[in-house]
């Protein structure tokens, strides 16, 4: 029997889980099922791989969700298609002084170690948006990298009394070489094909690894394990239906969870780096 760190795996502490109310449902990606696992993104491949690379034994081990998702990791990495998020909390527009006069699109590729996976469509305009963690990190004067266009120079950052930048102004710099540059940032688009997006992360249901005999385990369930993102997705995701994993760009890898009225909900999927 495989048993893993900081969670349960008694049919009765799970049913007490959802009867409190601590996870959502049977199938919520924090629960150590079947279909909680799948929902948070795990593989049968992955599954299979990691249960053949265990050794048998008498004695009750308790296994760390690591090496599970590390296993995981390395089959959807080379297929993983790759799309471009920003979060949505305080959004900056960067506006080039130079920039296309009507949108311009480029076909790219998917993920770009496979072009088996094919090609989506980039939309390039005169103003995109950043992250605000990415926009208060860049100084005036500075050039950067947009990934997939080429080079910018920051000429202008405008912040508000809480020192949020509220607005970015600058100029493409086709010329510019990108191995010059200490900042690469993912954008999108000004477009309002944009897709409202949210990014779902789980923590562990417990808050000790291995719990003792005598402990009671309604003392160590863990609480806020879970955190939902508003984010800005480019229109590419559209394609996408439940259950399609991806990566979005330097963010990680998702699996669709829902799709409603047009919203998407990704459900972030561990890599074991953590």
Same mark, same amino acid.
């Given at each position: ?19 409190? +109310? ?6 919520? %990606? !924090?629960?150590? /099922? =079947? ?6 993104? *795990? $593989? ?28 995981? +990791? ?6 993983? %298609? !790759?799309?471009? /998020? =920003? ?6 527009? *960067? $506006? ?49 990298? *947009? ?128």
């Amino acid at each position: 029997r495989m048993a893993f760190q900081y969670t349960v795996m008694s049919k009765r502490k799970l049913t007490k889980l959802v009867d409190s +109310k601590s996870v959502d449902a049977w199938s919520d %990606p !924090r629960m150590p /099922t =079947v279909q909680g696992l799948f929902r948070r993104g *795990l $593989t049968v491949e992955a599954l299979y791989k990691f249960i053949l690379s265990q050794s048998t034994s008498r004695s009750a081990a308790f296994l760390t969700w690591e090496k599970l998702w590390v296993t995981n +990791k390395q089959i959807i990495d080379p297929i993983a %298609p !790759r799309f471009t /998020t =920003v979060n949505a909390d305080n959004i900056v527009k *960067l $506006t080039f002084s130079n920039g296309p006069a009507q949108v311009e699109t480029k076909e790219n590729l998917k993920h770009k170690k496979n072009p088996s996976i094919g090609k989506k469509t980039t939309y390039y305009t005169s103003s995109i948006f950043l992250e605000q963690d990415d926009a208060s990190q860049c100084f005036e004067n500075e050039e950067v990298t *947009l990934m997939d266009w080429g080079n910018a120079i920051i000429k202008k950052i405008v912040k508000n009394d809480q020192g949020k930048v509220t607005e970015m102004h600058g100029e493409l710099n086709p010329k510019g070489n990108v191995k010059n540059t200490e900042k690469k940032l993912h954008w999108l688009p000004c477009i309002d094909s944009n897709i409202k997006t949210n990014l779902v992360f789980y923590d562990h249901i417990l808050t000790k690894a291995v719990l003792e005999k005598d402990d009671d385990f309604e003392k160590f369930v863990a609480h806020d394990t879970k955190k939902v993102v508003a984010a800005l997705s480019d229109p590419n995701i559209k394609e996408l239906k439940v259950g399609d994993i991806i990566q979005f760009e330097r963010r990680g890898y998702y699996i669709v969870d829902k799709i409603e009225n047009g919203e998407y909900t990704f459900v972030n999927i561990p890599d074991g780096s953590k």
